[in-house]
């Protein structure tokens, strides 16, 4: 305990706090542009997965395997995977886009049910009157059924993100200089690894903590066609 | 020759057959009604006819030429000739109702939106609404929400308009005004075919009368043969219980 008091003003440096700082901003812009990327993919999938016809059996059958499959495998071993594999193609592609794209891969699986569960909860009949109005099946889901969808699939979708800001400490194993990667090299350095790890755990609170916040003010503006409206009305000011 | 021909059409749901050949006609301006106990496959017939529902036999003619229900481009081209009505009225929650009436001709047919609006407000002031155009679907009554639902299916300018039992869903004091509004259009000599069990309206606005069961068109004619002197035992049988209550 003593020792920890005595290294506080060696570890609190202004040199210390930047690196923790850039740490925290590579694990934050990581997981942001990821889930972000992934949700995206994730709509392309679950919109693939409902094409008809008996020529798209393959593809159907592709996605539900994809989201079958990479739900069931830890993180890190997603980590591992997309990092051999990018590297058998290429090997000029730093690690922080193949952290990128290990969370990409691993967001997608996830949010495809997500939004699968939301947008199968407008009922059926809405998508019957756009039918018979001849709308695309692309224009149903994006003037008809997302919008009707969002309040199930995005508080979920922003928990998911919110937490994986935390289970991306995995990628520091491949050597991203994320926050937990940050951390373990000071506590190599000597310094205390309560005081280290303590830090860098009040930094991950840090971050998840607001964005949660945000999450939950949505759920409940979501909960009602009112506050639905409201934010509308806020987006269109 | 007639303006709908539907010829020995048959539809399943999934392995269900629900239509087993039907047929009848439809002349322009004119107002048919097909009415019939539940499950007899009324409704199927207005969906087979948006290709909602497969037709897996006959064929449906408009003015002529036949539609190909196995082709989507077909399918969508009969969908600008024929637009249906749903009991649910099913307007999209997430619109006003302006943009209800305004979405599928503006992003779909592609037409003008200062001229699909002016439109718009013509029809919801035909259905009486014209106040609530920046209303969302939820704030509105059934019935109102059910006269929105046919602003938003005239808006397509369909030749032929179907009405899939448009007052069934609704409170009993909500009916006449939706039924007020289809005797207006009736008036105005749009074609309409609809299914309704609104006994006393249908004789009133129908040129014909359509009786169907289990799948099959029992007898036809005008509303006064239909309903005083029906020749068959089942309908005779059908609207003994129900006229009389």
Not at chain 2, 165 to 186: G, K
Request: hydrophobic share 50%; glycine share 8%.
């Amino acid at each position: 305990m003593e020792r920890l008091i005595a290294q506080l003003p060696e570890f609190f440096t202004w040199s210390n706090m930047a690196l923790l700082a850039d740490a925290a901003l590579m694990t934050l812009s990581m997981t942001l542009i990821g889930c972000f990327i992934g949700f995206g993919l994730a709509l392309v999938l679950v919109f693939l997965r409902t094409t008809p016809g008996l020529w798209a059996l393959p593809l159907r059958v592709a996605c539900i395997a994809y989201v079958e499959v990479f739900r069931r495998i830890p993180f890190l071993v997603v980590i591992y995977l997309v990092l051999f594999f990018i590297q058998t193609v290429s090997t000029d592609v730093s690690l922080f886009a193949i952290a990128v794209i290990a969370i990409c891969t691993y967001a997608i699986a996830y949010t495809a049910d997500i939004i699968r569960g939301g947008i199968e909860s407008v009922p059926h009949t809405q998508i019957e009157a756009a039918q018979a109005m001849n709308f695309s099946r692309l224009r149903t889901l994006f003037t008809v059924q997302l919008p009707q969808a969002w309040p199930i699939i995005l508080p979920p979708a922003i928990a998911f993100s919110v937490s994986f800001i935390k289970d991306t400490a995995l990628v520091s194993q491949i050597g991203v200089f994320e926050l937990t990667f940050r951390g373990k090299e000071l506590n190599n350095q000597g310094f205390s690894g309560i005081l280290v790890f303590g830090t860098i755990a009040m930094s991950y609170f840090l971050m998840s903590f607001p964005l949660s916040m945000l999450g939950q003010y949505l759920e409940k503006r979501l909960a009602t066609p009112r506050g639905q409206r409201r934010l509308r009305k806020i987006r269109q000011t | 020759m007639p303006h709908l021909a539907v010829s020995d059409v048959f539809a399943k749901y999934g392995k269900l057959e629900v239509l087993h050949g039907i047929s009848f006609d439809v002349e322009r301006g004119e107002v048919v009604s097909l009415v019939g106990p539940s499950g007899s496959g009324k409704s199927t017939v207005l969906r087979t006819l948006v290709g909602l529902t497969p037709v897996t036999g006959g064929h449906v003619d408009v003015d002529g030429t036949s539609i190909d229900y196995h082709s989507a481009r077909a399918i969508k081209a009969a969908r600008d000739r024929m637009a249906i009505v749903f009991q649910q009225f099913n307007l999209f929650q997430n619109m006003t109702v302006l943009r209800n009436v305004t979405l599928a001709p503006t992003k779909i047919k592609g037409r003008p939106k200062a001229e699909v609006e002016a439109e718009a407000i013509e029809l919801l002031s035909l259905v009486g609404l014209a106040d609530k155009r920046d209303a969302y679907p939820d704030e509105l009554s059934g019935g109102q929400q059910q006269r929105v639902a046919i602003a938003r299916a005239l808006a397509l300018k369909p030749e032929i308009l179907l009405l899939d039992e448009v007052t069934s869903a609704l409170d009993p004091e909500l009916v006449n005004e939706v039924l007020d509004t289809v005797r207006r259009l009736a008036g105005e000599g749009m074609t309409m075919l609809l299914v309704s069990h609104e006994m006393s309206f249908v004789r009133e606005v129908s040129n014909k009368v359509i009786f169907m069961d289990k799948g099959r068109v029992v007898e036809s004619g005008p509303p006064g043969q239909i309903f005083d002197a029906p020749t068959s035992d089942r309908a005779r049988d059908f609207f003994g219980k129900i006229l009389r209550g």
